[in-house]
């Protein structure tokens, strides 16, 4: 699951966005009053509520959440898709808190007159203004804030070291099949997701375009063609995936035309938070920064 969830992810914010969907919603009684027992129903709002000192307030969590580690102790209330409504009553939240493209889930709790708040996590400006959101529904805004400033230190720290420099065209694959020799259809980071604003903040260009199509895919003429000078695949936990990396990589290599492939400038990128739009996310800017910038001196900090 953990392998494909930033594909599930962006299908579903553009099915929502496609049907006119309104991403800014926070319905519930008494909001004025700090939430004392939170659900939380995507991994990037569990790992955010946690870096906002929140876990004490955190009564459940969907089956995917499993970091920080204590969270993956706690009661589990279905999946991203399709939450256990019986187990979120059990626990008698005080606030949901869910995506904004939870609209049938946002629709049925508040009919139960449960409190909820959603947030859009799909870019890195929704994820710092999810952050900045949620801080403010929980009274942890001096939280919220300490937590920004740090996240916008990285990025102009990473900014500086990549101002002057190329931008060599990066591709992010998101998924594709496994298994045989040859690649088939891959599922790249097209200009409307968040890996696309990693890319720029890390000193590259997407080599991917056209922002006409929401959740690109390309065939292995269509890779030849766009030739990115780097590819990065992304692998997030290998109890996931149960991929053989170096089959992987050979698939990658028939492509020998390829820029990236001809200059062995493809990566895997296996940590567990490089699918997770959450507050994680800033540290693999870093990663895709080191990959695409290879030649900078990363150990220098300046002055």
């Known amino acids: 699951m953990r392998r494909f969830w930033p594909l599930l992810f962006f299908v579903s914010i553009f099915a929502m966005a496609i049907l006119g969907i309104n991403t800014q919603l926070s319905t519930g009684k008494n909001q004025h009053l700090k939430p004392q027992r939170i659900i939380t129903l995507a991994p990037s709002i ?27 102790k706690l009661p589990k209330v279905g999946g991203f898709i399709n939450p256990n409504f019986e187990a979120i009553l059990s626990l008698q939240p005080d606030l949901v808190i869910l995506l904004s493209q939870h609209q049938k889930v946002i ?14 996590n799909s870019t890195l400006k929704g994820i ?22 740090n996240i916008d230190q990285k990025i102009n720290y990473i900014q ?36 696309n604003d990693l890319i720029s903040l890390a000193g590259g260009q997407n080599v991917y375009q056209q922002t006409q199509i929401k959740v690109p895919s390309l065939s292995v003429e269509g890779i030849l063609q766009l030739n990115p000078d780097i590819i990065l695949d992304i692998f997030p936990e290998a109890d996931d995936h149960h991929a053989d990396l170096s ?30 739009p959450g507050p994680r996310i800033f540290l693999l800017l870093e990663k895709i920064a080191k990959f695409i910038h290879p030649e900078i001196d990363w150990e220098d900090k300046g002055s």
Do not use: R
Not at 136 to 141: H, S
Not at 163 to 187: C, D, F, R, W
Not at 252 to 276: C, G, M, P, R, S
């Open 160 to 195: 500086s070291k990549t101002a002057h420099l190329s931008k060599p065209s990066v591709l992010i694959s998101m998924g594709h099949s496994l298994g045989g020799e040859q690649l088939n259809t891959v599922y790249i980071a097209g200009q409307n997701d968040f890996y």
């Open 247 to 276: 089959q992987v990589l050979k698939q990658w290599q028939k492509l020998k035309f390829v820029n990236a492939v001809k200059h062995d400038h493809i990566y895997f990128i296996e940590q567990n938070y490089a699918t997770i």
């Open 128 to 149: 710092t203004e999810s952050i900045k959101t949620i801080g403010q529904a929980t009274d942890q805004t001096k939280q919220s804030a300490q937590l920004l400033a």
């Open 46 to 72: 569990t790992e955010t509520v946690f870096a906002l000192d929140l876990g004490d307030s955190v009564v459940g969590v969907t089956d995917y959440c499993d970091y920080p580690p204590t969270a993956s």
């Open 107 to 120: 629709q049925q709790l508040s009919q139960l007159n449960i409190p909820t708040l959603a947030v859009d």
